[in-house]
């Protein structure tokens, strides 16, 4: 399989954080979500992806090449929008479009003007008269219209209605009609990765802790709802997180269907993307 | 072509494909030689990963339902009608294998049974 990104051993150290050996790779033709809390190292982990910050170890592949030696050339194949970065609120789209044509060799203004007719970007509007789901899609689109290969967005979706998060996932589907082509979004809004995305990369306190098919997650893991003294009756190796309640016990499992045989009468229900979140972050709490 | 997906149920939603296209096979709305979507558009059309898509085409593959060809698509196989009784069979017995379960357990013989669904089949 060919990989469009992949991060191997990254470690990078803050006062206060660290990104700690962080392994993942995103297959062509795929959605990717990277989920995590607020601080888990999300958007340190975009940044370096995109070599905007030096690392203290690993390596860092983008399109099959080493971004700190090839940067110039992979940024020609590659779409990126970062969170809270915006153009000037003075600047009106059809101005964009003029001075990106400048900086990308491949930027396609006849596919960018359709893209901004497709998506209801208006192009003769300054950006400070936008609102924020417009701004957003104006990003999105400025950074589709060199025809890269792969997207790279840090919280696209956070802070927008779920009309505007809908547009844009559709955005994002649309990209990977061409399977030579990826998306990595961060989000904390599990909700829309639940949907489109095909594999789901969780990050807590700099660390990934689960990488795999969003499918087999879904299929595979499970939410028992037990008494607390049944909880032992479980193999250990198939809790991920426990969370006593006063009346109950919640356990995280990941082998669903096993549990189900093993314990018939038990309660077992499917989960959501975020319950796995949530069991991990509090779980360590 | 009609696929409706539920994301409450219990079902995965790569069965929920391939059991709704099977179903428009053996009704006749899908026939020998038809087209189908793209895994990639089909994806996107309703809302849901690749992968998912890429899993229903595969399985409804392996059991002879269509047959791929790279580069030009998926298409309906010619109907194979011993298949499709084979599919019913299969899923008739699984429907059953519940009822006999029932049955056993609250004492009903196999006559008893049977008798029930004598009946309701010409109640039908």
């Known amino acids: 399989m060919e990989y469009l990104i992949e991060v191997e051993n990254l470690n990078?150290?803050?006062p206060g954080f660290s990104l700690k050996n962080v392994n993942f790779?995103?297959?062509?033709?795929?959605?990717?979500?990277?989920?995590?809390?607020?601080?888990?190292?999300?958007?340190?982990?975009?940044?370096?992806?995109?070599?905007?910050?030096h690392t203290d170890s690993g390596n860092i592949r983008v399109l099959g090449k080493d971004i700190r030696k090839k940067g110039?050339?992979?940024?020609?194949?590659?779409?990126?929008?970062?969170?809270?970065?915006?153009?000037?609120e003075i600047l009106r789209a059809k101005e964009i479009g003029k001075f990106m044509g400048k900086i990308y060799r491949n930027w396609d203004e006849k596919y960018y003007q359709r893209l901004l007719k497709t998506f209801t970007v208006p192009g003769n509007k300054p950006i400070k008269e936008f609102s924020t789901g417009m701004r957003m899609k104006l990003m999105i689109v400025a950074a589709m219209a060199h025809h890269p290969k792969l997207l790279?967005?840090?919280?696209?979706?956070?802070g927008l209605d779920p009309v505007v998060r809908d547009e844009i996932l559709d955005m994002f589907q649309e990209f990977i009609q061409d399977e030579a082509h990826s998306v990595l979004i961060s989000s904390h809004i599990t909700s829309d990765l639940e949907k489109v995305a095909d594999y789901i990369t969780f990050i807590h306190k700099g660390e990934i802790f689960l990488s795999e098919e969003k499918d087999r997650i879904m299929e595979e893991y499970g939410i028992v709802r037990c008494r607390p003294e049944d909880l032992a009756s479980i193999a250990p190796d198939m809790i991920v997180g426990v969370s006593r309640g006063a009346y109950?016990?919640?356990?995280?499992?990941?082998?669903?269907?096993r549990v189900k045989q093993q314990y018939p009468d038990m309660m077992i229900n499917r989960i959501k993307l975020e319950d796995?979140?949530?069991f991990k972050v509090k779980g360590d709490k | 072509?009609?696929?409706?997906?539920?994301n409450s149920g219990d079902v995965p939603i790569y069965e929920q494909i391939t059991s709704q296209i099977k179903d428009m096979i053996m009704r006749g709305e899908l026939k020998g030689g038809d087209a189908l979507p793209s895994m990639r558009a089909l994806a996107k059309d309703l809302h849901i990963s690749v992968i998912t898509t890429k899993r229903a085409y595969?399985?409804?593959?392996?059991?002879?339902?269509?047959?791929?060809?790279?580069?030009?698509?998926?298409?309906i196989a010619d109907a194979n009608m011993e298949m499709m009784k084979e599919e019913q069979y299969r899923k008739i017995e699984g429907i059953l294998t519940e009822g006999v379960r029932l049955a056993k357990s609250s004492g009903i013989s196999c006559e008893e049974l049977q008798e029930i669904i004598q009946m309701v089949y010409e109640e039908d």
């Open chain 1, 12 to 14: 990078k150290t803050y």
């Open chain 1, 276 to 278: 796995v979140l949530l």
């Open chain 2, 58 to 75: 595969e399985e409804l593959e392996r059991d002879g339902f269509i047959h791929t060809m790279v580069g030009r698509g998926s298409f």
């Open chain 1, 152 to 158: 790279i967005l840090d919280e696209a979706t956070s």
């Open chain 2, 1 to 6: 072509m009609n696929i409706f997906i539920s």
């Open chain 1, 72 to 88: 110039k050339e992979i940024r020609e194949d590659i779409g990126v929008v970062l969170d809270g970065a915006s153009f000037h």
């Open chain 1, 248 to 257: 109950s016990c919640d356990v995280l499992v990941n082998q669903r269907e």
């Open chain 1, 25 to 53: 790779k995103v297959p062509g033709g795929c959605i990717m979500g990277l989920v995590g809390e607020n601080g888990a190292g999300k958007s340190t982990t975009i940044k370096a992806i995109v070599d905007l910050i």
